[in-house]
């Protein structure tokens, strides 16, 4: 299980399907592969007609950008892909595998999409709310896990700038309703002390 994760290169995966408008998800793939050679772009649709107009589309615009060779080079490596998928589901499984920084969803009933993702940095939900809006405007924090962290990372907060201290408080009553299953773990490891500590509040003939 991770623990930690770097920021950087930046990437930005795409879940859509046939009613994805083209020009709107090739510009948002282009947009991130504008950062740096290594930046990652990912189409992931069920759509062959979206991924060959998608890529028409990057095709048309990347020439008119002003760092159009790193955005080629970009595009051109391994880090990005178009990837078709069978059905929206299998989308989905693919976009939770792979754990993106930025990830939209170009869907029909995006926002329930967005729901059901269980791994990504940031989720831009629909095709007005790209991932642009998001490093300017909208309030997302621009430092997100990259390279697969969101898998087990969240971006940074206020949350990661303060410590937690937890606060266990149970009464008498409510440790005896447990008591049998704290005993019974602390038994399994081998640690029969931590079970005693129990015994010694719970069993009156503990000890004697």
């Known amino acids: 299980i991770g623990i930690d994760s ?3 290169p930046t990437e930005i995966a795409v879940l859509a399907d046939q009613y994805a408008i083209p020009r709107h998800v090739a510009s948002d793939l282009i947009s991130q592969a504008e950062h740096d050679v290594l930046a990652a772009a990912l189409l992931v649709t069920d759509s062959v007609a979206l991924a060959d107009a998608v890529d028409a589309e990057v095709a048309a615009q990347v020439p008119r950008t002003k760092h159009r060779e790193r955005i080629t080079e970009a595009l051109s ?10 059905d929206l589901e299998a989308g989905l499984r693919v976009i939770d595998a792979y754990g993106a920084e930025h990830l939209e969803i170009h869907t029909a009933n995006a926002r329930e999409v967005a729901m059901r993702v269980r791994n ?10 790209p991932v642009s ?5 909208a309030g997302s924090n621009h430092v997100l896990p990259t390279a697969g962290s969101a898998r ?19 009464d008498e009553q409510a440790l005896a309703d447990v008591a049998a299953h704290v005993v019974a773990l602390a038994d399994a490891e081998d640690l029969p ?4 500590a129990i015994r010694a509040r719970t069993e009156p003939s503990f000890g004697s």
């Not at 490596?77 to 069978?86: E, F, P, R, W």
């Open 193 to 196: 002390g931590h079970g005693d």
């Open 133 to 137: 809006l998001g490093d300017y405007c």
């Open 6 to 8: 770097e920021a950087g």
């Open 120 to 129: 990504a940095g940031a989720i831009f939900v629909g095709t007005w709310s």
């Open 77 to 86: 490596g391994v880090q990005s892909a178009i990837v078709l998928v069978d």
């Open 152 to 170: 087990h990372s969240s971006g940074l907060s206020v949350q990661s700038f303060l410590r937690g201290i937890h606060v266990i408080d149970y």
